[in-house]
Nanobody
Framework: QLQLVESGGGSVQSGGSLRLACAIYGFAYSGHCIGWFRQTPGKELEGVAAIDSDGSAYYADAVKGRFTISQDNAKNTLYLQMNNLKPEDTAMYYC?????????????????????WGQGTQVTVSS
C-alpha cells in the first residue's frame, strides 16, 4: 500500500531554514507528479511546489526563489528546502502524488488528481 510520510517540520525564526522530507513507501517513485502543499486554519489548501512527469519543477509565486523542491529516487524521497522563511510560511505542509502522468507541474498543482497524501508536518515561523 502506497504511503507518504512527511518529516522535518519545526519552529524557526524569520529568515531561518528548514528542509522537509517526504518518504514514499510501497511504491517505487519514478516519473510521477509529486509535490508540496500547505494549509493554515480557515484557508484553502495552497500548492507550493511540484515536479511533473518530465522532472520539471514549478513553484508558487509566494515561494519562488526561496524554496527548492528535489527528489532522490534512490531513497524514494521528495524534499523541500525552505530558506529565508517568513511568518506567512507558517502552515501544515503536506506532500501528495499521483501515479498518472502529467506534463505540467503547474497544472497538476491546481487541477490534477492527487491520489495520495501524507499526514502533514507543521512549520511555524516566528517574527
Amino acid at each position: 500500500q502506497l504511503q507518504l510520510v512527511e518529516s522535518g517540520g519545526g519552529s524557526v525564526q524569520s529568515g531561518g531554514s528548514l528542509r522537509l522530507a517526504c518518504a514514499i513507501y510501497g511504491f517505487a517513485y519514478s516519473g510521477h507528479c509529486i509535490g508540496w502543499f500547505r494549509q493554515t486554519p480557515g484557508k484553502e489548501l495552497e500548492g507550493v511546489a511540484a515536479i511533473d512527469s518530465d522532472g520539471s519543477a514549478y513553484y508558487a509565486d509566494a515561494v519562488k526563489g526561496r524554496f527548492t523542491i528535489s527528489q532522490d529516487n534512490a531513497k524514494n524521497t521528495l524534499y523541500l528546502q525552505m530558506n529565508n522563511l517568513k511568518p506567512e510560511d507558517t502552515a501544515m505542509y503536506y506532500c501528495a502524488m499521483d501515479q498518472s502522468i502529467y506534463r505540467s507541474a503547474a497544472w497538476w498543482l491546481d487541477y490534477g488528481r492527487k491520489s495520495y497524501w501524507g499526514q502533514g508536518t507543521q512549520v511555524t515561523v516566528s517574527s
